[in-house]
């Protein structure tokens, strides 16, 4: 209850504040110093643009935390994070607006981070790439044209920050709950001539909440840049490795509720010990060399080359298994140890030419990648076959070739800014998939998307600005949706159609935005639960969906002591029609056997993982600014977040819902200034009250027809009927803490 509370009074502060007069503060936006001499970047949106869009600097993010980016990004509007490991390091997740990572275009300066086939950001192999990052754009909705994948909820642009010109050193140490420690080291040349360079390392470890679920992650980075006259050059390279115990298959529903929230069932053995190597391993590498040359005040071109490398593999231990799946010449049933690996190279291009003139500024782009993936997986040890020796059981070998070009324009006339935006993006994807007799064999799949947008804002005065937005994106289906489906039946492409209206208003004081939205899809991939003709379960397109919803922002600096924020979305996600299909068995006079599949017909149902009311807010106090003393920069933030109910599948079964759930957070920082040295000390604590939450999930429904009903207990969850839920939830962390020492001169 007190949850639901905090979230009312959000909303009536947001509502509130509409109408407060505002005097002399520091607004939250972007420093200018930051977008000065900056990259050409077409995804990158101004003030005035019209596009439902939140910029962040570091500053505004607790950059001090071990935790990965999705969770620094919850409490931005409509967001959601959760982690595997329920401490938010390691594998961890972000949705906006209910859409997941492969739904949101994530871009470092202007390159694509997206994986070209999964299309997921696996923000694990970037850990701590906060403290490269100038800033960050989160683009709510489809958005300005970006290249890689298309977004189809959100896109988030991450500019990093360039060596700065003095010379500095910044370390950071932190220790905290769960084992969880952090060490970052980073060093500013400053000027050396016209030549400058950044260089950092940071390693991040934690044992994570759920049972087994380390994280042992290291990253570093190189920032290089050179000045010639009117041509700037910048040599980039960030290196991310990690090594994580499985913790993606979830705590089963009856361990949870029966009292072992932490249950982890990975690397289950057949002597119910666990394996100890059941781990996610893995290297990339992201390098770019990046031209900037400026003809004119009026005129810039740059030109991107960058390279993505990546290799490593998954550990399993397997009970149990049929040995003529694996191979043709040997037979029998054995526990075995088998790696999954995946070693692929991304290599393109970008050139972005920028031309103001008069009234308007044209931007003009181009992108062409072309990305070598290979799929192969290693049989290490069969332990009934003591002199096996380690062979590969599978290689699938997949090539992705992608080519866009847009253009984008702003006409201002006055108090009126006029959007347009125009891109094409054809791309080609070779695979190993189903033949028209079973096989597998070579598959290819060819893609043209044209994406318009359009977009008018108008300054009612120079503090208050409106706009309204309509776009159209294009996406193609995943690496999965190709492999897993029969030649005869390939899934379509997704299409997105875009409305967005909302308002904005920036004084000294009070930073406020509201909007609504209407995303309304054509084809939207979803699982349904349907087998198809070569026995897998994949993703069906369903022919009409949407979500539209209305977000509230806020920052108002109450007084030179006092600040709040906080944002509100409220939402309706649907499917209008959708088909469930059910596996159903038998089990009658002690003959066990699979029947066809029921399939029940849904209308109006809720999009998956879609709560129709997320609260954020936030009251930041500086008690002793006017002291002048050792305090007087002591901050003390508590925040609350609320995410209401949300459904794990996408035909609103009450009995795979997730609870709505809050909690509240404290952070204390305490800045110390000893000359031309800089001590801060950062305290979090996470979840004070020790609230029980479940982020996330996963479930599968099936039906078995028997005179004796499964019992409740690990597998099933009895819905009556004959009908069952097998449920996997991902509970996050109760009260834990962590704590960091910053030095920097």
Not at 103 to 118: K, L, M, Q
Not at 437 to 466: E, V
Not at 524 to 544: C, F, K, P, S, W
């Amino acid at each position: 209850m007190r949850s639901i509370f905090t979230c009312k009074y959000t909303i009536v502060f947001l509502i509130a504040f509409t109408h407060l007069n505002a005097q002399n503060s520091v607004k939250d936006t972007v420093d200018a110093k930051i977008l000065d001499n900056v990259e050409i970047i077409g995804t990158w949106a101004g003030d005035n643009t019209p596009v439902t869009q939140k910029t962040l600097t570091k500053k505004n993010l607790n950059t001090e935390s071990a935790s990965d980016l999705p969770v620094l990004l919850n409490s931005t509007v409509s967001s959601i994070s959760s982690s595997d490991a329920g401490n938010g390091i390691g594998y961890t997740y972000l949705r906006i607006r209910g859409s997941d990572q492969t739904r949101i275009n994530v871009t470092i300066d202007g390159v694509p981070v997206n994986d070209a086939e999964s299309q997921n950001v696996f923000w694990v192999d970037l850990p701590d790439i906060v403290q490269d990052a100038g800033a960050i754009q989160i683009q709510r909705g489809v958005g300005t044209s970006s290249f890689g994948p298309g977004a189809f909820g959100a896109s988030i642009n991450v500019r990093t920050a360039k060596p700065s010109d003095a010379f500095g050193l910044d370390a950071q140490i932190g220790a905290g709950s769960f084992n969880s420690q952090k060490y970052n080291l980073a060093l500013n040349s400053g000027k050396l001539g016209k030549f400058s360079f950044r260089v950092r390392g940071s390693r991040v470890h934690s044992d994570g909440y759920i049972d087994r679920a380390f994280s042992n992650l290291y990253s570093a980075s190189l920032q290089t840049q050179y000045e010639s006259g009117k041509t700037t050059f910048r040599a980039n390279v960030y290196f991310g490795k990690e090594r994580t115990y499985q913790a993606w298959n979830g705590t089963p529903y009856f361990y949870y509720y029966n009292g072992d929230k932490t249950y982890n069932p990975s690397g289950l053995k057949t002597d119910s010990t666990f394996y100890d190597d059941e781990t996610d391993n893995y290297t990339q590498v992201y390098s770019r060399f990046i031209v900037n040359h400026q003809f004119t005040s009026h005129s810039r071109l740059q030109a991107t080359l960058y390279h993505t490398y990546g290799t490593g593999f998954y550990n399993q231990y397997k009970n149990q298994q049929n040995l003529s799946d694996y191979f043709n010449d040997v037979n029998g049933y054995s526990d075995l140890i088998r790696e999954r690996w995946l070693r692929n190279n991304l290599y393109g291009i970008n050139v972005n030419y920028r031309l103001s003139a008069g009234r308007m500024v044209h931007i003009i782009g181009i992108n062409a990648q072309q990305y070598l993936g290979r799929h192969f997986g290693i049989v290490r040890q069969v332990l009934s076959l003591p002199d096996f020796q380690p062979k590969n059981y599978y290689d699938n070998d997949a090539d992705k070739n992608e080519q866009s070009i847009y253009y984008n324009s702003e006409y201002t006339a006055g108090k009126w800014t006029l959007l347009g935006d125009l891109q094409l993006r054809r791309l080609r994807y070779n695979y190993q998939g189903f033949e028209q007799n079973g096989d597998l064999g070579p598959q290819s799949a060819d893609f043209l998307f044209f994406n318009p947008k359009i977009g008018l804002s108008y300054s009612l005065t120079k503090a208050i600005n409106i706009y309204t937005f309509a776009g159209i994106g294009n996406k193609e289906p995943n690496r999965d949706d190709f492999t897993e489906s029969p030649y005869s039946n390939k899934p379509k492409n997704e299409r997105l159609i875009n409305w967005e209206a909302g308002f904005r208003l920036e004084k000294n004081k009070l930073s406020l935005q509201a909007n609504a939205y209407l995303m309304r899809y054509k084809n939207q991939l979803v699982l349904t639960g349907e087998i198809n003709d070569v026995g897998a379960y994949t993703r069906t397109n369903v022919n009409d969906s949407y979500r539209r919803g209305i977000e509230f922002e806020i920052h108002y600096n109450a007084t030179q002591w006092l600040t709040f924020s906080g944002n509100v979305t409220l939402s309706s996600n649907k499917i209008k029609f959708i088909n469930e299909y059910i596996d159903v068995s038998a089990d009658t006079s002690g003959a066990y056997e699979y029947l066809p599949q029921e399939k029940i017909s849904h209308t109006n149902t809720d999009i998956a993982y879609s709560p129709d009311l997320i609260c954020f807010s936030e009251i930041a106090l500086t008690p002793f600014i006017r002291t002048g003393s050792i305090l007087s920069g002591l901050k003390i933030a508590y925040n609350v977040k609320y995410v209401g109910s949300q459904y794990l599948s996408n035909f609103s079964n009450p009995n795979s819902k997730l609870d709505a759930y809050s909690y509240q957070n404290l952070h204390i920082t305490w800045p110390l200034s000893l000359g031309k040295h800089s001590l801060d000390i950062n305290f979090f604590i996470n979840n004070i009250w020790d609230n029980q939450i479940i982020s996330n999930g996963w479930t599968y429904r099936f039906k078995h027809l028997s005179d004796t009903p499964i019992p409740q207990n690990y597998d099933a969850l009895g819905e009556g009927k004959g009908y069952y839920s097998t449920i996997g939830l991902f509970p996050e962390a109760g009260r834990n803490f962590f704590v960091t020492l910053s030095y920097s001169f």
